[in-house]
């Protein structure tokens, strides 16, 4: 299975999590949200990019820290203004 060969790739983990919920395999489901949201809060992965991965697991709370860690430019990106009014 992927997910033994590379546990830690967040894009891999999401594809399985959607197949997870179209299966309806919802223990599954959050063991693998919740693993993807440890790996977002280790990694270094910083900007709009964590603030939309939080939001689509349903973590709003942290995402709006994550979002008002931002400088403005990393605010200012794709999609960050999205998120202000979203969030906020």
Not at 34 to 57: A, P
Not at 71 to 76: D, F, H, I, L, V
């Amino acid at each position: 299975m992927v997910l033994e060969k590379d546990p830690d790739n967040i894009k891999i983990l999401e594809q399985r999590l959607i197949c997870l919920h179209n299966l309806g395999i919802w223990d599954e489901v959050e063991a693998c949200i919740n693993r993807i949201i440890f790996l977002l809060k280790t990694s270094e992965i910083r900007g709009i990019e964590t603030v939309e991965m939080l939001s689509r697991h349903g973590k709003y709370e942290e995402a709006k820290k994550v979002l008002s860690s931002l400088t403005k430019e990393e605010q200012n990106q794709e999609g960050g203004k999205y998120y202000r009014g979203f969030l906020h």
